[in-house]
């Protein structure tokens, strides 16, 4: 079993940068791929970003390329999302996930622990 909690959300103006951070319960954590989805009201969620296993391979939406830079620190079973140059429309509640094992990183139904959920609020 491994739990996720998120922290970091917020709500900063366009142009600004926030760091969302994710700390994962197991001893396994350095054997999960992790990933970031997002959720804005009335919309699917979308994925974000990805980081396997010893964080080398890394995966990006095309919409947050070289604006969010994903990271994990294995020793410390976190993982954390660098959000910069915000958008509004980055607005939306981000959720942090696990998932063992070969899997499709850009799939959310490869995923099988979830955190809560934090808020992202970008405004104009």
């Known amino acids: 079993q491994v739990q996720l909690i998120e922290s970091g959300g917020g709500s900063v103006q366009a142009g600004g940068s926030l760091r969302l951070s994710c700390v994962a319960s197991g001893r396994t954590f350095s054997t999960y791929a992790m990933g970031w989805f997002r959720q804005a009201p009335g919309k699917e969620r979308e994925f974000v970003a990805a980081s396997i296993w010893s964080g080398i391979s890394t995966y990006y939406a095309d919409s947050v390329k070289g604006r969010f830079t994903i990271s994990r620190d294995n020793a410390k079973r976190t993982v954390s999302l660098q959000m910069n140059s915000l958008k509004p429309e980055d607005t939306a509640v981000y959720y942090c996930?696990?998932?063992?094992?070969?899997?499709?990183?850009?799939?959310?139904?490869?995923?099988?622990?979830w955190g809560q959920g934090t808020q992202v609020t970008v405004s104009s």
């Open positions: 996930a696990a998932a063992h094992g070969p899997v499709s990183v850009y799939d959310a139904r490869a995923y099988g622990y």
